[in-house]
Nanobody, 121 residues
Framework: QVQLVESGGGLVQVGGSLRLSCVAS????????MGWFRQAPGKEREFVAA???????YYMDSVKGRFTISRDNAQNTVSLQMNGLKPEDTAVYYC???????????????WGQGTQVTVSS
């Protein structure tokens, strides 16, 4: 069982920045593909960004150029730097981990508890 603990959420104004971090409790962290998902009220959970064990990154179209995912295998940490935040980015953000080839809501094996991000206008 892998535990994922997120931090860094909060309230920010439009155009502001936040950095989310997630620490994983596994010695095999480097073997996992790590991702960030989000869920807004009344909406389904959606993919935001992923960073595979190989180092390849993936982003949803609406965050490309604004969000950056990174990982530190020595610290078992994955981060999401969010710049140029918009009201539509408001959601609970979840850290996720999987050993499977793809990173999607159906392939994720472990989820964090979520951290709230609110962007006010």
């Amino acid at each position: 069982q892998v535990q994922l603990v997120e931090s860094g959420g909060g309230l920010v104004q439009v155009g502001g920045s936040l950095r989310l971090s997630c620490v994983a409790s596994t010695r095999a962290f480097s073997a996992y593909s790590m991702g960030w998902f989000r869920q807004a009220p009344g909406k389904e959970r959606e993919f935001v960004a992923a960073l595979g064990w190989s180092g390849i990154t993936y982003y949803m179209d609406s965050v490309k150029g604004r969000f950056t995912i990174s990982r530190d295998n020595a610290q078992n940490t994955v981060s999401l730097q969010m710049n140029g935040l918009k009201p539509e980015d408001t959601a609970v953000y979840y850290c996720a981990a999987t050993l499977k080839r793809d990173v999607s809501t159906t392939s994720i094996q472990y989820w964090g508890q979520g951290t709230q991000v609110t962007v006010s206008s």
